[in-house]
């Protein structure tokens, strides 16, 4: 049995635990407040588990593994949850990445086109066990668009989604698969996700008020 | 939007950092051109009308396709079934097209300046496929694409690998044949100018403007200085049907003396040296048949390429219809 409030998981699969950060209530004033829910550590030690709870997810059903990261903050997080899926089963799967910019669905309210990044995907998808990575969940609408994509390459087997945050506020009926942490967090809010492969000095993910630096 | 232009009548009016954004952009839109479904839906319910005042297969071919691959619904217009032959004017025409609310309106004409002035009259974006000897900008651009990838991949980078459109800068490119009716030669010109290439330009006296040298070309009347040495060639078309007076004597002659054939070429190109042509090719006369389906030949990679820079143009032109910043909100 899973912890109260969370979905029941199916008998004879471990339990993995998502963490839970509850955060302060915003402050009274309305300052802007600005508080980091993950380090380093915390990051890897979530990748690690995430790793073992996909490997033991694609187990279920069978099907080869392949890890899909969008671009571009999921990239980064799918090389490092690849080699934690290698350190587990031995052999680091294949690797591909999505840029979702064409597969968006607000291009006629943008004052300019979004930036497109390549798309990378040099194996076959159809017949894999697709772990689709991203660093945050919000709306689920780049979801939706790189699930879209996805199957513009073949038709997979099954997809998992993997997110390191999931901060609530969804637009579209998605959800992720396997969580590295769990928040709370209103959309006068963001969620950051600062990685050193992305260029910060550390890695850490903030929460902190949209639009400050 | 490409960079603050609404539309694109011409290389001239672009910066080197526009330029560049539509050539990288075309790098990840070629990478959708050769995927095994190649269908994206980032322009879905955009209208794209391909208005053609003059014949072209490869250019109306190649914009269709372009808007296809992006979902856009693509019509084609060509004047002669049209109302253009009862006395309508082109603005007349344009505003009728318009009212029938296309996102993007592809102008070919026969006169220099006619996208430009259709630009002045409609609310959509206008893209210039060809005016006269004015443009012919999406042709410049996939020549820029086309050498920058040719230059890499000589460069030793691995197939398949973005280029580096940084490379253009100190090579020399040299155009040949009919300059002064060229909207290529004038595109061309002004692209590789801009990103650092040094131009030479050549051809018979009747075939070359006066002051070109002023748009940093570097001036030949003959065909061995102008192509020894240089890094790329970029083959011309005798127009045949622009060309009101004769120009040259005939086309045996211009053959002889200005024509690439597979001996001129050994002798006088360097190994690596690139060869390209705007199509249609007249074989036998700007080109020998072994020198275009040789191994210098980018011709085909050109035609490729050419659908890839129109996706980018069309995705940068269509994208935005109202300010509205773009915020973190999506996730």
């Known amino acids: 049995m899973g912890a109260p409030g969370r979905p029941r998981r199916p008998a004879g699969r471990a339990a993995f635990q998502t963490d839970r950060v509850a955060l302060e209530t915003p402050d009274p004033h309305g300052r802007p407040r600005k508080v980091c829910v993950m380090n380093a550590d915390g990051i890897e030690r979530a990748l690690a588990r995430m790793a073992r709870e996909v490997v033991d997810r694609a187990r279920e059903r069978g099907g080869e593994l392949a890890v899909v990261g969008i671009r571009r903050g999921g990239v980064h997080l799918a090389k490092r949850l690849r080699k934690h899926v290698a350190a587990v089963t031995g052999a680091e799967p294949p690797m591909g990445t999505l840029d979702i910019a064409l597969y968006r669905d607000d291009l006629s309210e943008l004052a300019v086109a979004p930036v497109v990044g390549p798309t990378d995907i040099r194996f076959p998808v159809t017949g894999k066990t697709i772990v689709l990575v991203d660093d945050v969940l919000y709306t689920g609408r780049t979801v939706r668009a790189a699930l879209d994509e996805l ?56 929460v902190k008020p949209r639009g400050h630096a | 939007m490409i960079g603050k232009h609404r539309h694109l009548t011409g290389l ?75 006395g309508e004017t082109l603005v007349d025409t344009a505003l009728n097209i318009e009212a029938m609310h296309p996102d993007i ?21 206008v893209v210039s496929a060809g005016d006269g000897a004015h443009e012919h900008p999406t042709q410049g ?37 009919d300059v002064s009716h060229s909207r290529v030669a004038r595109s061309d010109l002004h692209g590789l100018t801009k990103l650092g290439a040094k131009v030479r330009v050549c051809g018979p006296p009747t075939m070359i403007p006066q002051g070109i040298e002023a748009m940093g070309a570097e001036v030949h009347h003959q065909l061995r200085p102008a192509v020894e040495g240089a890094d790329a060639v970029v083959m011309l078309r005798i127009q045949h049907e622009r060309i009101g007076d004769p120009l040259i004597p005939g086309t045996r002659e211009y053959s002889k003396f200005w024509g690439l054939n597979e001996r001129k070429a050994a002798e006088w190109l360097t190994p690596s040296c690139a060869i390209l042509h705007p199509g249609p090719i007249n074989r036998g006369v700007e080109l020998a048949p072994e020198v275009a389906d040789g191994a210098r030949s980018v011709i085909l990679d050109q035609v490729e390429n050419g659908v890839a820079v129109r996706m980018a143009v069309l995705y940068l032109l269509a994208g935005g219809a109202h300010e509205a910043a773009e915020g973190g909100a999506r996730a």
């Open chain 2, 12 to 86: 001239e009016p672009l910066t080197r950092e526009e330029i560049l954004s539509v050539l990288e952009l075309a790098t990840s839109m070629k990478e959708v051109l050769r995927r095994p479904l190649k269908k994206v839906p980032t322009l879905r319910g955009k209208a794209v009308v391909n208005l053609f005042f003059e014949a072209s297969t490869r250019t109306r071919t190649s914009f269709e396709t372009a808007a296809k691959i992006l979902s856009a619904d693509a019509i084609n217009w060509t004047s002669s079934s049209s109302s253009v032959t009862k």
């Open chain 1, 151 to 206: 199957t513009d390459f073949g038709r997979p087997r099954r997809v998992l989604l993997a997110v390191l945050v999931d901060r609530g506020g969804r637009e579209l009926p998605i959800a992720a698969d396997v969580v590295g942490v769990q928040l709370e967090v209103p959309d006068r809010e963001q969620v950051e996700v600062r990685l050193v492969e992305g260029g910060a000095q550390q890695d850490e993910v903030l």
């Open chain 2, 105 to 125: 309106l592809v102008i070919r004409h026969p006169a220099g300046g006619a996208p430009e002035l259709v630009a002045q009259h409609v609310s959509c974006a």
């Open chain 2, 141 to 177: 651009l996939l020549d820029l694409y086309t050498l920058s990838e040719h230059f890499c991949a000589a460069g030793g980078a691995p197939a398949g690998a973005a280029p580096d459109f940084g490379v253009l800068a100190g090579k020399t490119i040299a155009i040949v044949g």
